[in-house]
């Protein structure tokens, strides 16, 4: 029990989390006793990336439905985490291996062959990468960045697609 | 220092002298004095008493909220399928978008998966004034905290010695009477002295916890040549079924106490324990199972298929060995009421020890068991589609939910044939199903 004391969440962390993320209060805590459920090793952290928890609610605020943000309009503050474009950029960085801003060809071949696991041969996957580069790529250095990758994605509707109903 | 030691032995022997007049004696033939169903309406009383203050004190939007976080879940999750999502009416390719459906169903999986949440206890929709579930609820009362403090004065010093005591005769008895009657001949007689062994001992040991058991349907009781088979959520559970009937028990052979009472039980009644090298090879447990079976005269088998303990709120998947064995299954459905005390063993959590000093220090363990109808297994069934079976009535019985995953993965890692069936999946929508490109994957996918 007294190991437990010390990993509370504070009201002053669940404030400052309330204002970053835009989850309420219950949710901060619900989601704060599903993270240490899941922390094993009862460090603070999640195993080998070492997600502390508020690195874990950065996170999830990406996933949060963009018309919760009607009620809490903050014309002067930072965007919202879950704002349409933080989504993209979100996405933008599962496919940018490197962070240098700009998804590869080999970044592309990587996270395709994770998705498809041994169903496709290579030169398949190949041929699959250099099409979907070529149809985004404007600038001609056979990468997309991120302007080019949110052009693709202009048509869909991120917001349907990248949000989760957190209840209460 | 003399008068003291003088002092503590008498206080001793009249403590025991009480347990033994009022608990054991009685637990011999049966009976009970009526002792355990006061304490448990005081209980009731008491527990009714702080839950409405609790209501009372509690703002009431923070109350509907306590409400809904027992029982709903974190989020609502978004059933549509892969096919659905990524293919609808596109043409057969990958796109950049498709990474969307595979984060937002990643993510849903990390905030709140089925099976997870079965290996921690049970959260009370209200407080029972112990400590360890004191998770959601703040300072309410004086009064409340006076309660309280009280409740924890009686639960240690109190009725914890009581039942340590308790608990310290009914082994000790169990290891002399059982080692005492095994060295009878085998005999009609020999028979009988070891049921009643068992059974006073067992009484004793339940008492030792103050469980109040409530059987249902006892025409149903399993019968000699059978196998039963229960839902599992603690060690407690041999106990609560024990209390009521004899059982050749099932297991690995352990050392130490364990050991002990394992060897000296197998004197008396043909228990089956096995090494631990025994247990890898199948086909053996099989085949002295089967054995075991066949012989008329033999109790019944008590067997708990899900492998380990769950928390009591739902039935996993009951491995197949069990029905395999052959004869008449006798289901038994096991469910605790977690106001008075919670049962469930977290075995990653907790030794044996810490889990048997909080059981002694909650205020009860209530139950209910349901003793069903005898199942076999039917013409054209194999024993994967028998095990569900039976665990879907006992799931119904009981009031759990039930769930195909197994319990194994407490510990291990989920397999990697579920990752790779759904980028098969995948696959097969951005490639197509050759030259047609058909995309209706519906029959195939699972």
């Given at each position: 029990m007294g190991s437990r004391a010390s990993t509370l969440l504070r009201d002053e962390e669940i404030e400052e989390i309330k204002k970053e993320t835009g989850f309420s209060h219950s949710q901060i805590t619900r989601l704060y006793s599903r993270f240490t459920s899941l922390d094993?090793?009862?460090?603070g952290t999640l195993r080998e990336d070492q997600v502390n928890f508020r690195g874990f609610m950065r996170t999830l605020a990406h996933f949060r439905p963009i018309e919760d943000n009607e009620k809490s309009?903050?014309?002067?503050?930072?965007?919202?985490?879950?704002?349409r474009s933080n989504k993209l950029h979100f996405a933008f960085r599962l496919y940018d291996l490197d962070k240098d801003d700009k998804i590869s060809r080999d970044e592309l071949l990587q996270v395709l062959r994770m998705m498809v696991g041994v169903n496709i041969s290579d030169e398949q996957l190949g041929s699959i990468a250099d099409r979907t580069i070529q149809e985004a790529d404007q600038d001609g250095d056979s990468a997309i960045s991120f302007t080019e990758f949110v052009k693709v994605l202009e048509k869909v509707d991120v917001e349907q697609k990248m949000s989760i109903r957190f209840l209460h | 220092m003399e008068g003291l030691l003088m002092i503590a032995a008498q206080v001793m022997s009249v403590w025991f002298t009480l347990a033994f007049t009022l608990i054991v004696l009685p637990s011999v033939f049966g009976l009970s004095l009526g002792i355990s169903e006061f304490y448990m309406r005081i209980l009731v009383k008491t527990l009714e008493w702080a839950t409405i203050r609790i209501q009372k004190g509690v703002k009431k939007k923070q109350a509907m909220a306590l409400k809904n976080s027992a029982s709903s879940g974190i989020i609502q999750r978004d059933e549509t399928t892969m096919e659905k999502e990524i293919a609808g009416l596109r043409r057969v390719d990958f796109e950049l978008s498709d990474v969307f459906y595979f984060s937002k169903k990643g993510i849903e999986a990390i905030v709140e998966d089925e099976v997870t949440q079965r290996f921690s206890s049970e959260e009370l929709v209200s407080w029972n004034l112990l400590t360890r579930t004191n998770v959601n609820f703040q300072y309410i009362s004086l009064r409340l905290t006076v309660v309280w403090v009280l409740g924890v004065v009686v639960r240690y010093c109190l009725l914890l010695p009581l039942r340590a005591a308790l608990a310290a005769i009914g082994i000790v008895s169990m290891i002399v009477g059982t080692t005492l009657v095994g060295k009878l001949p085998n005999s009609r007689f020999k028979d009988w002295l070891s049921e009643l062994v068992h059974l006073t001992c067992s009484r004793i040991l339940v008492r030792a916890l103050s469980g109040t058991i409530t059987y249902h349907n006892k025409e149903n009781r399993p019968q000699k040549g059978g196998i039963c088979v229960a839902n599992h959520t603690s060690p407690i559970d041999v106990l609560i079924l024990t209390n009521d009937g004899c059982y050749a028990m099932v297991g690995q052979a352990h050392g130490g106490l364990m050991g002990l009472i394992q060897r000296s039980t197998v004197k008396a009644c043909p228990h089956v324990w096995f090494d631990r090298s025994e247990m890898k090879d199948r086909h053996l447990v099989l085949k002295r199972l089967k054995e075991h079976v066949a012989d008329q005269n033999k109790l019944p088998i008590l067997i708990f298929p899900e492998g380990t303990c769950i928390n009591n709120t739902s039935v996993m998947m009951f491995k197949k060995g069990s029905f395999e064995i052959g004869g008449t299954i006798y289901p038994v459905a096991i469910k605790y009421d977690?106001?008075?005390?919670?049962?469930?063993?977290n075995s990653s959590k907790y030794d044996i020890v810490s889990y048997l000093l909080r059981i002694m220090t909650s205020w009860a363990i209530v139950c209910n068991v349901w003793y069903m109808p005898p199942m076999i297994r039917e013409e054209g069934e194999d024993a994967v589609q028998f095990a569900n079976r039976v665990k879907s009535a006992i799931a119904h019985r009981g009031g759990l939910t039930e769930l195909p995953w197994d319990g194994g993965l407490k510990r291990a890692k989920v397999k990697d044939t579920f990752k790779e069936e759904q980028q098969k999946n995948y696959s097969k929508m951005i490639v197509g199903n050759g030259p047609t490109g058909n995309l209706s994957m519906g029959a195939e996918s699972d």
């Open positions: 094993k090793g009862e460090n309009k903050d014309q002067n503050g930072p965007e919202p985490l879950n704002s | 977690p106001q008075f005390g919670d049962a469930f063993w």
